[in-house]
T-cell receptor, first 117, second 114 residues
Framework: EAQVTQNPRYLITVTGKKLTVTCSQN?????MSWYRQDPGLGLRQIYY???????DKGDVPEGYKVSRKEKRNFPLILESPSPNQTSLYFC????????????????FGEGSRLTVL | ELKVEQNPLFLSMQEGKNYTIYCNYS?????LYWYRQDPGKSLESLFV?????AVKQEGRLMASLDTKARLSTLHITAAVHDLSATYFC??????????????FGQGTILTVHP
């Protein structure tokens, strides 16, 4: 089954304790991205990656890091979490070109609800 | 900078009625996507519109794209409670055979009541 898998789904942590949210996709997508969703602010992009070893900042990258060492994985790292990073996080992926049947349609993971105390 | 604006942001509908959600965007694009999100859940792809004049229908929902007006509409016919959700449109400004970064609208919270 084609899917984007995030872990953990729920996490409560304390300020300053480093954490990683993993994201894996099994659709051989080139493009992967992280979003955060907060009430009244919609979906905001944190980082994205066009392919292995190619990452770039989105709209709200402060306080986050990413890496793309393998095509299928795109972990989101919070080196020193703060309460303002309490949010619902989504990983998403898509094909980048129409040549391989892609449409640019994003496929989303189930979300990771993070609370930083 | 690409801006994507949805209207209305909140929509309370009676079952059986029709209504339209509008998605306006600020730059040239012929690629637009609609997603649905239930509370606390992930985003589910509804429609992919990849050309001017594209129209897609699924059940009580129909989406269309007018690239000249930079406008997409999501029309709801004879609403039922199960359609209650948040609906997002998203635009890709890239051209040619490559896709790019999607910019999302704010979302429209739809509530259907008896």
């Amino acid at each position: 089954e084609a899917q984007v898998t995030q872990n953990p789904r729920y996490l409560i942590t304390v300020t300053g304790k480093k954490l990683t949210v993993t994201c894996s996709q099994n659709m051989n997508h080139e493009y992967m991205s992280w979003y955060r969703q907060d009430p009244g602010l919609g979906l905001r992009q944190i980082y994205y990656s066009m392919n292995v070893e190619v990452t770039d900042k989105g709209d709200v990258p402060e306080g986050y890091k990413v890496s793309r060492k393998e095509k299928r994985n795109f972990p989101l790292i919070l080196e020193s979490p703060s309460p303002n990073q309490t949010s619902l996080y989504f990983c998403a992926s898509s094909h980048l070109t129409s040549g391989i049947g892609g449409t640019g349609e994003l496929f989303f993971g189930e979300g990771s609800r993070l609370t930083v105390l | 900078e690409l801006k994507v604006e949805q209207n209305p942001l909140f929509l309370s509908m009676q079952e059986g009625k029709n209504y339209t959600i509008y998605c306006n965007y600020s730059t040239t694009s012929d690629r637009l996507y609609w997603y649905r999100q239930d509370p606390g859940k992930s985003l589910e792809s509804l429609f992919v519109l990849l050309s001017n004049g594209a129209v897609k229908q699924e059940g009580r929902l129909m989406a269309s794209l007018d690239t000249k007006a930079r406008l997409s509409t999501l029309h709801i016919t004879a609403a039922v409670h199960d359609l209650s959700a948040t609906y997002f449109c998203a635009v890709d400004p890239a051209g040619g055979t490559s896709y790019g970064k999607l910019t999302f609208g704010q979302g429209t919270i739809l509530t259907v009541h008896p």
